[in-house]
């Protein structure tokens, strides 16, 4: 029989927990563990305005134990002070807490019990409980402010035996508020873009002999322009850099994504990155290949420009149609400490990365003049890495939707790692530790067959292509790490910020399958 409503969400099995599954990954039992350090979990699905589920308390050892609400994808439903938290509601309580504190208190008091039903709605800003059917806060909002695609449903349970059933299907519904929706694939908005080919972002394996003129076939014509970014990955060519080209400085002069040196204007030969072939430059040397081409229009823009050693901002050829993910900025005409690079998740925006080195975030409020880029602009400050008196950059910008993903989560040190949820399945993946040094990973997907995928990249090095065990597994609505403490990947307490290209979005016309194991 045909199911109108798609898939449903249900817990999400691949978020680490000392908990158990059961009912189709709808009730969630704890097994023990420190308290507060299980209360990952969440839901498949991000939410949208007028999602709605119920569910209730099986068992409690006390206030402050279980508990049930959502959260972004980097929080843990935490109640004690000082924590990162979602939102949510506790076993015995008639509170609902927000980062370690009080939001709301229902007046006159309505005590959460077990057994009693906990609907959750979300609104176009926020969300509304109601309590067996009884609205708290007279049926208003209890938080506004809210994008409800950040948010998933969450539980914690710190205590074995604690435990949380949660009511997806509508015909379960004890109490449905009017106008609600399952959370269902097809009930998830419409992306805007539906085909990350077909005309943002497409990825290849090649190979390609020394001399020839080796074409790449691609599945829609670039008529606005386009940036390529080439690897050589196979290890007999010893060391190779990440070449970027695009249409906007010409598509014979290279910079070096990993390398602190003057744009290259006289070694590769034109290409061709309009039409529908890329043709490679000849003195690429025979071996394999990773490219990658970004379109150029909404969700990615190429920026050139002339320093000035003074506060200024630089507008975009043409609006991303949303606020940037990610900036990489590279010196096209000096030699030297260059490269930085802004993040979305980075501590605040004085902060930046260099895409060349290995080195934590560092602070300088005059990197980006202590302001994010926006959809039209990126804002520069006096520093001589990004703003040099007549030196001449490129920057690259990334919007954080369409077919590209930005955020951050923190290491837990475990083989069943964090789990990323981007919405769909990605072709590229990276991470950086934001914390501490480590490399720049990333784990493209015609590098691996199946999961869990063990080749990658080191995004700032020169090193070919390498394989070790359990890196990560590509899922259908996003990335898995697989990697224990000793690996630099998933260092328990460190914080990584991501990044994922070409994302597949999980709907109902489009619903992913995730890789064979």
């Known amino acids: 029989m045909a199911n109108e409503y798609g898939n449903y969400t249900s817990v999400n099995a691949l978020s680490p927990s000392d908990v158990t599954l059961s009912e189709a990954n709808t009730k969630v039992v704890g097994v023990g563990g420190t308290p507060g350090g299980n209360a990952a979990i969440k839901g498949t699905m991000a939410l949208f305005e007028n999602a709605y589920f119920e569910a209730e308390f099986t068992a409690s050892s006390g206030a402050g134990r279980a508990r049930c609400g959502i959260a972004t994808q980097d929080q843990n439903l935490l109640i004690f002070a000082g924590t990162t938290a979602g939102y949510c ?38 969300f509304k409980i109601n309590i ?28 074995t035996g604690e435990g949380v059933k949660f009511y997806f299907h509508e015909t379960d519904w004890e109490n449905k508020p009017s106008g609600a929706l399952p959370i269902s694939t097809a009930n998830l908005p419409t992306p805007a873009v539906v085909n990350y080919e077909d005309e943002y972002y497409i990825q290849a394996g090649i190979s390609h002999s ?44 290279a910079v070096k994504w990993n390398s602190q040196e003057a744009e290259d204007t006289s070694t590769y030969d034109d290409q061709n990155l309009t039409g529908t072939v890329l043709t490679l430059p000849s003195a690429l040397t025979s071996g394999s290949y990773l490219i990658e081409i970004f379109y150029i229009g909404s969700y990615f823009q190429v920026k050139t420009y002339t320093g000035s050693g003074a506060n200024k901002t630089e507008s975009y050829p043409a609006s991303l149609g949303s606020l940037p993910g990610f900036m990489a900025v590279i010196s096209r005409t000096a030699t030297g400490t260059f490269n930085p690079a802004w993040h979305n998740s980075l501590t605040d925006d004085t902060y930046y990365l260099k895409t060349d080195t290995t080195a934590a975030q560092a602070a300088a409020a005059t990197m980006w003049n202590s302001t994010a880029p926006s959809a039209t602009v990126l804002a520069l400050g006096s520093n001589a890495e990004s703003n040099t008196n007549l030196n001449t950059y490129v920057a690259y910008i990334w919007a954080n939707s369409g077919p590209y993903a930005w955020g951050k989560y923190t290491g837990n040190g475990s083989t069943d790692g964090v789990m990323v949820n981007y919405g769909g399945y990605s072709q590229h993946n990276f ?23 063990t080749t990658r990249l080191q995004l700032q090095s020169t090193t070919a292509a390498y394989t070790t065990s359990l890196v990560a597994d ?40 995730g890789r064979a194991r």
């Open 132 to 159: 067996d059917g009884s609205n708290w806060n007279s049926g208003n909002e209890i938080a506004t402010g809210l994008t409800p695609s950040d948010w998933f449903i969450g539980c914690g349970v710190d205590t």
């Open 431 to 453: 991470l950086k530790s934001s914390s501490a040094v480590y490399e720049w990973f990333t784990t493209p997907a015609p590098l691996n067959d199946g999961n869990p995928i």
């Open 474 to 513: 590509l899922i259908s609505n996003g990335y898995k790490s697989r990697n224990s403490v000793t690996s630099g990947e998933n260092i328990s307490g460190v914080t990584y910020v991501y990044g994922a290209f070409g994302i597949q979005p999980l709907t109902d016309g489009a619903v992913n399958q």
């Open 89 to 126: 509601v506790l076993s015995d309580t008639s509170t609902v807490y927000h980062n370690g504190g009080t939001l709301f208190t229902q007046s006159p008091t309505d005590t959460v019990a077990v057994g009693d039903r906990i609907g959750w709605l979300m609104t176009d800003d926020g």
């Open 210 to 253: 020394n001399g020839s003129t080796t074409a790449v076939t691609l599945p829609k014509t670039v008529s606005g322009g386009a940036m390529a970014r080439i690897k050589r990955t196979d290890s007999s060519a010893g060391t190779s850099d990440w070449l970027c080209f695009d249409t906007i400085r010409g598509t014979n002069k």
